[in-house]
């Protein structure tokens, strides 16, 4: 009977260390997962969450930011004179050229000719 208590003893300690060993692993790769979601975590912070945040969030700052700029121009100003001061908002000149084209189809700006863009009416009393 000592004998048999002895063996069930060593069966539960091997079992017991088998255990150990599938949890260790389980622990290391769950470890390696959290490690990559962290890796993960790192490249979204350094693109500044350009995923889902910035698409609701990021537009209404970059709208805000080429109004202010857009206030700070004259009444009658140039397509140049306007992509410069973009330019200093971050913006590219292909996206601030498009952005002029849009507001001249709302009313926002007229064309007076190549190049050469008017404030609307509104505008300019709003600023006034």
């Known amino acids: 009977m ?4 002895k ?9 017991l260390k088998k255990a150990i060993s599938d949890k260790s692993s389980e622990v290391a790769q769950l470890q390696r997962e959290l490690e990559r979601h962290e890796n993960i975590l790192a490249l979204l912070s ?3 969450g350009r995923g889902k945040g910035r698409a609701t ?5 970059g709208r805000g ?4 700029v ?5 009444d009658t100003f140039t397509s140049r004179e306007f992509v410069k001061a973009g330019t200093q908002a971050n913006k590219t000149p292909i996206y601030l050229r498009q ?4 507001w001249t189809r709302t009313g926002k700006l007229k064309r007076l000719q190549r190049g ?13």
């Open 116 to 128: 050469k863009y008017q404030k609307s009416k509104k505008l300019q009393s709003l600023a006034a």
């Open 99 to 102: 952005v002029l084209s849009r």
């Open 7 to 15: 063996m069930a003893v060593m069966r539960n300690m091997s079992e």
């Open 46 to 48: 350094q693109t500044n």
């Open 2 to 5: 000592h004998v048999d208590l």
């Open 57 to 61: 969030a990021g537009r209404r700052r």
């Open 65 to 68: 930011d080429l109004n202010a």
């Open 70 to 74: 857009l206030s700070r121009l004259p």
